[in-house]
């Protein structure tokens, strides 16, 4: 697939942050993480394309490395308001904790490995956000009342849930590369740019379904 083509769809998720930007002092504090992570997530997508122009790889491929670990707290932050770990501080902070020591052992331990894809890191925490998207939904589907279509905790589960299904197994087919076939890794990586535009659009769909913040709303009444 053309460059080009990859990257205009990278930047589908400029919907959901202009929704995001938009409604931000309107919604639920809550939900603050998951707007800083798609603002994030596509202010990276234009960096990645600069650096990728200018033929600097060492860095283009730190800064995905220090994304990753962004990404997985940003998200874990957001499990966190939605009351996954049950709103205990310690057991959150402990999270966060875990999460930054493996990102160190893997990505920068020994000095210079930051330069190299962190693919194991890459593994492990999709893995994490898969378990604590179906936990959430799980949770979601027996507490929750109202049409699920008209909740943004299913939106965003959904969309992270394939995200990093597909993440996962691109990640896993760079460990051993060597034993891929060209073709599959072409289909995969074409079938990732699609479910990552899907998934863009499926975050854009949350952002207008995410609540407004309640002294907001009691202002109005």
């Not at 109202?146 to 760079?174: E, H, Q, R």
Request: charged share 10%; with cysteine; proline share 3%.
């Amino acid at each position: 697939m053309d460059a080009t083509l990859i990257y205009i769809f990278s930047l589908s998720s400029i919907f959901a942050m202009i929704i995001g930007i938009v409604r931000f002092r309107n919604i639920n504090p809550a939900y603050y993480p998951f707007i800083y992570n798609i603002t994030c997530g596509f202010l990276v997508e234009v960096t990645v394309r600069e650096l990728t122009k200018a033929g600097k790889p060492d860095i283009l491929i730190s800064l995905l490395n220090i994304y990753t670990l962004i990404d997985c707290c940003l998200f874990t932050w957001l499990f966190h308001n939605w009351g996954l770990f049950n709103r205990n501080r310690k057991v959150f902070l402990s999270i966060l904790t875990a999460i930054f020591v493996v990102w160190f052992v893997i990505s920068v331990f020994p000095i210079g490995k930051i330069t190299t894809p962190n693919r194991y890191f890459r593994i492990v925490y999709s893995f994490a956000l898969i378990f604590f998207s179906v936990s959430t939904f799980n949770k979601m589907i027996v507490q929750e009342r109202g049409n699920i279509f008209k909740n943004a905790k299913f939106w965003i589960c959904i969309g992270i849930i394939i995200f990093y299904t597909f993440f996962t197994l691109i990640c896993v087919a760079g460990v051993s590369w060597q034993h891929v076939s060209s073709v599959f890794r072409r289909n995969l990586q074409s079938i990732n740019v699609f479910s990552n535009c899907l998934v863009n659009i499926l975050y854009a769909i949350a952002m207008l379904w995410i609540p407004r913040n309640k002294r907001f709303t009691n202002l109005l009444k």
